[in-house]
């Protein structure tokens, strides 16, 4: 049965689709079956995953509000075990047409469950805010990760989106847990990117995972190509990242085997 795996964030730019995509295809390259499923009305997964959202038939959207099975709806992609349930600008128009429905917070939930015996892992890019589709992932999800961009403002807004997953905890989703903040955007050449490290690592002690994402043009590049990392630059230091990440969160949840000088590869400093 898939492990639901929510990935928010309220602040714009800090990595979060880019994190939901290549998660998602780094765990589909270490053989593990998995679905991304895109909740941002703007649509980048998709678009990142090689679809033009405006040429998809049917998204996320028609599931959620249309009761439309996600099964019918699902996409496969040219990665190796990655599939995508597509987003769509009419999303924007959930957080609305949701309101008056029945258990409206659980809506993600019922499209998802049915898919859980199909996937190893389900991973779910959520939009830049708190709002009603963000809930409904987090009340789907089985865990977070929360990207923390290496930059100044890294921890403002954090102490809202904790509340608000505390909230989801306590009301409608008393098994969510926080699989982990990911450090993002890092760049070792600066002063300031190391000391908001230390800062987070401070204040979140073992919720950091060890996995730091560095900055690199490749994982820029992708996307206009509709590529994930592993397809666009498979030797590139974002491809390592996220391949370490996978093979941390593999290990975190006892799904893995391997040895203990395989459980990461090294990272080789370079201009980025």
Do not use: W
Request: aromatic residues 4%; charged residues 20%; hydrophobic residues 40%.
């Amino acid at each position: 049965m898939a492990k639901i795996i929510a990935i928010v964030n309220q602040k714009g730019g800090v990595g979060k689709t880019t994190s939901a995509i290549n998660l998602a295809a780094c765990l589909g390259a270490l053989e593990r079956r998995t679905l991304l499923v895109d909740a941002d009305p703007q649509a980048n997964a998709t678009s990142g995953t090689g679809f033009d959202p405006r040429n998809v038939k049917a998204s996320i959207y028609e599931s959620i509000i249309n009761g439309a099975p996600a099964q019918d709806v699902v996409l496969t992609t040219d990665n190796p075990n990655l599939d995508l349930l597509p987003g769509h600008i009419d999303l924007v128009g959930a957080e609305i047409e949701m309101i008056d429905m029945p258990e409206r917070e659980r809506q993600m939930k019922k499209v998802l469950d049915p898919l859980r015996d199909n996937y190893d892992f389900i991973i779910i890019d959520c939009s830049p805010s708190l709002g009603l589709v963000t809930v409904n992932s987090l009340v789907a999800a089985d865990s977070v990760i929360v990207p923390v961009q290496c930059e100044y403002f890294a921890l403002e807004g954090l102490g809202k989106l904790l509340n608000t997953i505390k909230i989801v905890q306590q009301r409608l989703n008393p098994e969510l847990v926080i699989e982990g903040m990911l450090l993002t955007m890092y760049d070792s050449r600066l002063r300031l990117a190391n000391q908001v490290v230390e800062e987070v690592k401070t204040h979140f002690q073992q919720l950091v995972f060890d996995t730091v994402i560095h900055r690199n043009v490749a994982l820029g590049e992708a996307p206009s190509h509709g590529q994930t990392i592993i397809m666009h630059d498979a030797s590139s230091k974002g491809a390592t990242n996220y391949l370490n990440l996978a093979r941390e969160i593999l290990q975190k949840n006892d799904m893995t085997r391997i040895r203990e000088q395989e459980r990461t590869i090294p990272i080789v400093e370079e201009e980025a």
